[in-house]
């Protein structure tokens, strides 16, 4: 099981012996819907037990919007191989892109065998215990814009806006089969100034305005993609629209104003949204985004869907540096505006290894961007995978952390140190709670002389029940109900001294 000998080193004080056979259900899913905590503004399962996910971002963001799922490739791939891959390196969670174009081609006609597409992938990662946040991608709203997001019929602009990037440009040349720019002109600006041309805005406008019924248009792919995704047992949540622009910023420059954009364009759309998916699926949470610059000031008054849906309610949000401050204030931020909110937080994206370090003690999920290079456009992918298709395995050994996906009980600090491996998690022990404490270490790469785990004080037995996923749960007669315990792994003083042991007692 171990790869390369590795042995595991056990500290003879603390090795105790497990109570009985332990559930086959360590990080494995069976334990939604995840609920939150709104006191602590983390998200909780069936058991009370709080979830901490480390994952990546899957977006296809070009035609056909969706990996291939049937075989392996470096490039294009979202197959079985790559979510054994991903369970081994420790992710337990997958943005998954659910693009508009690829359901709803054309109005009203939606592609079911696209959406069997993502369902596969969603039972693939089912079965692996990896959890699925959908995720409306767009950047610049739409191909037409240089960008993707909303369909062809969906992102017309009206028909006061100038052509097209104006004024940013004089307008670019369509191609007379698709109406779409080409990839040359496209690449005469960098991605993010398209923003500024005045087709974007007022096509972004006109969905939040509901003009030509474009806002229910939105509410029924919500509906739908809900309706067909809530019977999986590991959606994470439904992630509204990524990134969301300000809407029709020519005409109306004040929705630069931080908050502003929120207040007047994004409450109402994510009311309509969340309203539609309630109608077919009451409990899966809904993950809300601000505009990317409301660093400073989130300018919701209310969860999507009312104040009493905060519960359910998870404000994402995005670190980049630039442009975001730091880790620290950006956390900080939005663990602030939640409070108010009475809703959860989550990193949906970052890129940052400066994040992961900062998020462990704040119990903060992420999501690296991006698992592959997939469509190179709007942004760059520095995906798990080298160009020439080998692993990138600076990447992997910075994002395969130590970490606790799953605390019975309330998590009050973690720490991993990618010099020398020592980790750290202390909780206040939910003895109550009978489904394990989940510790993740990839021991063959960051416990090269085997990894020594000790418990402080020993009221925990442990056993590694899936490699790399250790489990640990109270010892009843000696653990007392919300006592502070502290789980540390380090590596192992040398190979020679290594003790093997599985925590087991044998
Ligand atoms: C529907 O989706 C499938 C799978 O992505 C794709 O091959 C097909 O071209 C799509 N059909 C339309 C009309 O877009
Ligand atoms: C999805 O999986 C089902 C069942 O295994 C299979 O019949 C179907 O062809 C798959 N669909 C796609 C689009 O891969
Ligand atoms: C227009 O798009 C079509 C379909 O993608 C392509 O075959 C054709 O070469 C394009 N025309 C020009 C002039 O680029
Ligand atoms: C592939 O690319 C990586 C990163 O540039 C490099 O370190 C590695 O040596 C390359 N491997 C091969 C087999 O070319
Ligand atoms: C890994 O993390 C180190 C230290 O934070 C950083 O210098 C390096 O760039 C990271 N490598 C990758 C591929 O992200
Ligand atoms: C939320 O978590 C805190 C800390 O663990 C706990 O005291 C509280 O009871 C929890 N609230 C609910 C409603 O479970
Ligand atoms: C491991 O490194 C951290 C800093 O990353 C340091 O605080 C800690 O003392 C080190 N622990 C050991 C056992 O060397
Ligand atoms: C403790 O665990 C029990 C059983 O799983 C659960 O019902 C309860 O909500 C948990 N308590 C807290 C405060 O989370
Ligand atoms: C494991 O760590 C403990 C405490 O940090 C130390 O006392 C013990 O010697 C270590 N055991 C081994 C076998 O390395």
Known sequence: MRGGGVGVVAAAAVLVVAVGICVVDPQHVAAQPLVVNTTTSRLVDSHGRERIFHGTNVVFKGPPY??????????????????????????????????????????????????????????MCEEQGIWVLLDMHQDVWSERFCGEGVPYWAADPGPDAKGFPAPLDKPYNVNSTTGLPSAQDCGKHDWPDYYFASAVGAAVQRMYDNQ????????????????TFKSYTNILGYELINEPWAGDVNKDPDLLVPGQADKKNLQNTYDKAAAAIRAVDPDTPIFFETVTWDDVVVGFSHPPGGADSGHKSVLAYHYYMPPNFGPKETIQLHLDAAKKLNCGTFCSETDGEVFFETADPFFQSWMRWEYKAFVPKTGSNFGFWNSNGTVNSDMVFNLTRTYAPIIAGHGVDMHFSRENSTFELAFLLNKTCTAPTVVYAYTALHYPNGVNITVDPPVLSWAETTTNYYEFKPILRVAKDGQRVTVTFKNGESHANAVHSDGLGG
Not at 212 to 227: I, N, P, R
């Open 66 to 123: 969706v990996p291939i799922i049937d075989r392996f490739d470096y490039q294009y791939s979202f197959s079985k191989d790559d979510v054994a891959l991903l369970s081994k390196w420790g992710v337990n969670a997958i943005r998954l892109g659910v693009m508009w174009p690829g359901v709803e081609p054309e109005k009203g006609k939606y592609n079911q065998t696209y959406l069997q597409h993502l369902q596969n992938i969603t039972a």
């Open 212 to 227: 030509d019924g474009l806002l229910d248009a939105f509410c029924s792919f919500w509906a739908l993609v809900a309706s």
